[in-house]
């Protein structure tokens, strides 16, 4: 793939979301421009020419040719082509002779094979050793363009997928962060003055924005990342355990307290602790929590002496404490306290341009992790992606392309296997159909995440979205139930009945 120059005629690009056509020669790339090349081979020299005039005529796209494999396997050692269009009868080096030496050299080079003493056992060696596809002499021109048009829109896939990776790489410096939009950078330079400081950091946003992964941003770039970061789910626990499970007790506190117990600020001592949905902290816990970021101590239940404490404070919250503060459910000092530095992550509307990355990073885990290698998006689903409307962020993105890997049939996954199911409200059930041609494990694993999905949204539906309804109707508690409705991508607004007008 070389870079266009400047002064060259107009020229067939791989564009980054755009399939090459050969009506349409000329293709905008937001990563700059690339000249789509191609090397002729065959040692008949009236069909070289012939074939280099109807691809330049049609495609005005880089051409070179070689009249012997020997003179191509030259040619190749200083440019490479992206795709090689070869005979395969020819003295010396063969057209699969050369195929098997290109592919084992430069394994990203296309090869279309050509024969005029074509049988199907020639075809059959040549896809098996890695040909893209195989024309037979005499061939019909249209054929042969409708092949060469389909190999270039798969090489325009992969440039794609290939672009998308490296902007990945890029991002090693903010483990689990993906995107380089704007409002992302700006966390980025958040982070990165902030990580290596003791400030308390007040991390904001809506569901599913990323407040978590920021905070171990935070954490694994300062110098505490030597101890692991303790998170506490602050709605998780009923009041009277969430204080023992913070500060500790003696043993003989209260009833059933027959040992020592070690809070969580103990067991972030020297480390970072991250509240988690702070704005859910009681009232009596959060006068005992400012008590512990003014003076740096904790009391254990039962016990008269403080314990000092070198622990670094992050809070987290999609809620507005602004208005829990007017209405007296969240205390003011303690707000400024937790305040002092502010990270807003933005909405996924708010960085659309991170999509196609996102989904590509996600593309990737979710295929390893489930032993499918080798997935890719067909041409227009990231476009699918970038218009949809994301209400639950980028866990609801993560969800929509790990159902996706585990729906695919085929390698390429296309914008129905990422369709949002019909009215938003309920997924279809699921059933067995289709399922005995997977491995066993991840057949199950298909099914179970189609019941689960299923049967959440169904249980949200019967309760017009409250959650806690949905969750006794399920024999769940609350917290368990909202843990499986963000593993989902579900929000409860989708299922409030509106209100009669």
Request: glycine share 6%.
């Amino acid at each position: 793939m070389k870079s266009c120059p400047k002064t060259a005629p107009p020229i067939m690009t791989l564009a980054g979301d755009d399939c090459l056509s050969a009506d349409q020669p000329n293709f905008s790339c937001p990563e700059g421009e690339f000249v789509a090349a191609i090397l002729i081979v065959d040692d008949d020299r009236d069909m070289l020419s012939m074939l280099e005039r109807l691809i330049h005529k049609k495609y005005h796209c880089e051409v070179k040719t070689a009249p012997s494999g020997e003179a191509a396997w030259q040619l190749l050692a200083d440019w490479q082509p992206d795709l090689v269009l070869t005979d395969i009868k020819m003295p010396g080096l063969d057209g699969l002779a050369l195929l098997q030496n290109i592919k084992a050299q430069y394994p990203a080079i296309a090869v279309i094979m050509m024969s005029g003493y074509g049988t199907v056992d020639s075809a059959i060696a040549a896809l098996k050793n890695g040909a893209y596809d195989f024309i037979q002499k005499p061939f019909d021109n249209a054929h042969l363009l409708h092949t060469l048009q389909r190999c270039l829109e798969h090489l325009c896939l992969l440039e794609k997928n290939r672009r998308l990776q490296s902007r990945l790489v890029d991002q090693e410096a903010f483990p689990g962060f993906t995107g380089a939009s704007a409002k992302i950078k700006e966390v980025y330079g958040l982070i990165g003055r902030l990580a290596d400081t003791d400030v308390t950091v007040l991390l904001r946003g809506e569901s599913g924005t990323g407040k978590e992964l920021a905070a171990r941003a935070l954490h694994g770039l300062s110098a505490r990342n030597k101890k692991p970061m303790v998170t506490v789910n602050c709605p998780a626990l009923p009041e009277h355990i969430l204080e023992s499970e913070l500060f500790g007790y003696v043993r003989g506190a209260f009833s059933g307290a027959i040992h020592d117990k070690k809070g969580l600020f103990l067991e972030a001592n020297g480390s970072t602790l991250l509240l988690d949905e702070i704005g859910d902290l009681p009232i009596a816990l959060q006068t005992k929590l400012l008590r512990v970021l003014q003076e740096k101590e904790i009391m254990p239940l039962g016990q008269t002496k403080s314990l000092a404490v070198d622990v670094r404070v992050l809070a987290s919250t999609n809620q507005n404490l602004e208005e829990k503060m007017r209405l007296g459910l969240f205390r003011e000092d303690l707000f400024y306290r937790l305040n002092v530095v502010t990270i807003t992550m933005p909405p996924l509307r708010n960085r659309s341009e991170d999509i196609p990355a996102l989904a590509q990073h996600f593309l990737a885990a979710f295929a390893k992790e489930y032993n499918r290698d080798g997935l890719i998006f067909a041409a227009d689903a990231v476009p699918a992606l970038v218009k949809r409307h994301w209400q639950g962020n980028v866990r609801e993105l993560q969800n929509v392309i790990k159902r996706a890997v585990l729906l695919a049939d085929d390698r390429t996954i296309s914008t129905k296997q990422l369709a949002e199911p019909e009215g938003g409200a309920s997924n279809p059930r699921p059933t067995t159909e289709n399922l005995h041609g997977l491995p066993y494990n991840l057949a199950k694993q298909r099914l179970v995440e189609d019941f689960s999905a299923a049967y959440l949204a169904d249980a949200l539906q019967q309760n017009g979205g409250n959650v806690t309804a949905a969750a006794q109707a399920s024999g769940m508690n609350r917290q368990a139930f909202q843990k499986l409705m963000r593993r989902f991508g579900l929000t409860a607004e989708k299922f409030r009945t509106p209100p009669n007008k």
